[in-house]
């Protein structure tokens, strides 16, 4: 079982930054990759960054490669995505995933942070 905590959401202009968290509890030893997903409103979840934890690979949605930047801290057990450049279409609900060893799909969410970019 795997817990995960996002924090860090809010209110942008746009050109501005914003850093998101998310811990992970639990069961952490069974996670692979964790990653980013969005989903505006009314609009399809989509992936944002992934990043492998054993090594620290990471990639990218087109859309935000040059100006998000995943990274991890295994020793705190999390897992951050650094947004700058924002747009207003990078408006979301951003949600954390966490990836099981061996199991090729998502298995554990977050509860998810508004990200609100005004233009």
């Known amino acids: 079982q795997v817990q995960l905590v996002e924090s860090g959401g809010g209110l942008v202009q746009a050109g501005g930054s914003l850093r998101l968290s998310c811990v992970a509890s639990?069961?952490?030893?069974?996670?692979?990759?964790m990653g980013w997903y969005r989903q505006p409103p009314g609009k399809q979840r989509e992936l944002v960054a992934a990043?492998?934890?054993?090594?620290?690979?990471?990639n990218y949605a087109a859309s935000v490669k040059g100006r998000f930047t995943i990274s991890r801290d295994n020793a705190k057990n999390t897992v951050y995505l650094q947004m700058n450049s924002l747009k207003p279409e990078d408006t979301a609900v951003y949600y954390c995933?966490?990836?099981?060893?061996?199991?090729?799909?998502?298995?554990?969410w977050g509860q998810g942070t508004q990200v609100t970019v005004s233009s």
């Open positions: 990043i492998v934890i054993s090594g620290g690979g990471t």
């Open positions: 995933a966490a990836d099981l060893r061996g199991s090729g799909g998502i298995d554990y």
């Open positions: 639990g069961s952490i030893f069974t996670i692979s990759a």
